[in-house]
């Protein structure tokens, strides 16, 4: 059974840096693109970051190229985000995310993905 479990999130100031983590089991970690997406109250989730099975390749939503850097670590079956300059409009629920297939993209149209159960993020000004 695959399982994707966050934490790291919490209440912060306009400004400040948090780190996210995410840990899978269930899974051969290194075969599978991982991704990190938010959804702010009365919003739709969004895409915030990916990265490669590797690590060798990282995409960003504009709202966060920048300040917000993802990374993994093979290892630990682990991956991160790093959130730097937190702005107000940070606010949400970040949730980690993999496709349920390996060496596919995240974002890929028509792929199924797992997720995890989030952890909020709330920055205030």
């Known amino acids: 059974q695959v399982q994707l479990v966050e934490s790291g999130g919490g209440l912060v100031q306009a400004g400040d840096s948090l780190r996210l983590s995410c840990v899978v089991s269930g899974r051969t970690f290194s075969n599978y693109y991982m991704g990190w997406y938010r959804q702010a109250p009365g919003k739709e989730r969004e895409f915030v970051a990916r990265?490669?099975?590797?690590?060798?390749?990282?995409y960003y939503a504009d709202s966060v190229k920048g300040r917000f850097t993802i990374s993994r670590d093979n290892a630990e079956n682990t991956v991160y985000l790093q959130m730097n300059s937190l702005k107000p409009e940070d606010t949400a629920v970040y949730y980690c995310a993999s496709p349920q297939r390996p060496f596919i993209i995240l974002q890929t149209k028509g792929v199924a993905i797992y997720w995890g159960q989030g952890t909020q993020v709330t920055v205030t000004s």
């Open positions: 990265i490669s099975w590797r690590g060798d390749s990282t």
